[in-house]
């Protein structure tokens, strides 16, 4: 049985389902990827959509899904990528393997259609640099011990 990655964010709307699909694409093979919030939104943001599915990786079929899911169920690590101060980060009860990497909210971004999708791409490329060195970490078997 492959160990469980739970990415966690408050709403799980866009940056850990973003996050997801990356780690899941890349290390999907080695460990069973998924995503939570503690407040979940109920949907999946078209845009985190969007802006994966130019990455050529597709989050269409993702859901969005309380943390609660998760209680009781072996969970090896715990990533959340919550951003700015303003958020409460999930908390995830027991004994884990624990990373907190930050990533600015794209659903709160303003201005034209436009300066969002960017702010949408910009996070998900930074996404994709951090979760692909993680899965290289993964693959050289440093990280799942």
């Not at 290390?27 to 503690?38: H, I, K, P, T």
């Not at 951003?83 to 409460?88: F, M, P, S, T, V």
């Not at 990497?101 to 300066?115: I, L, M, R």
Request: glycine share 8%; proline share 6%; with cysteine.
């Amino acid at each position: 049985m492959k160990p469980t990655i739970l990415i966690l964010c408050t709403g799980n709307s866009c940056r850990s389902h973003m996050a997801e699909g990356f780690l899941r694409a890349v290390a999907g093979d080695l460990v069973n990827v998924q995503s939570a919030g503690s407040n979940p939104s109920g949907y999946v943001h078209p845009l985190a959509i969007k802006v994966m599915a130019e990455a050529g990786i597709d989050i269409s079929g993702h859901r969005s899904k309380h943390l609660k899911e998760f209680l009781d169920q072996p969970v090896h690590t715990v990533i959340t990528v919550c951003g700015n101060a303003d958020q409460a980060c999930p908390i995830f009860p027991g004994q884990v393997n624990r990373h907190r990497w930050p990533f600015d909210d794209p659903a709160k971004a303003t201005g034209s259609e436009e300066e969002i999708l960017a702010c949408f791409r910009r996070v998900r490329d930074e996404m994709r640099r951090v979760f692909e060195a993680y899965a290289a970490g993964l693959r050289d078997g440093v990280i799942l011990r």
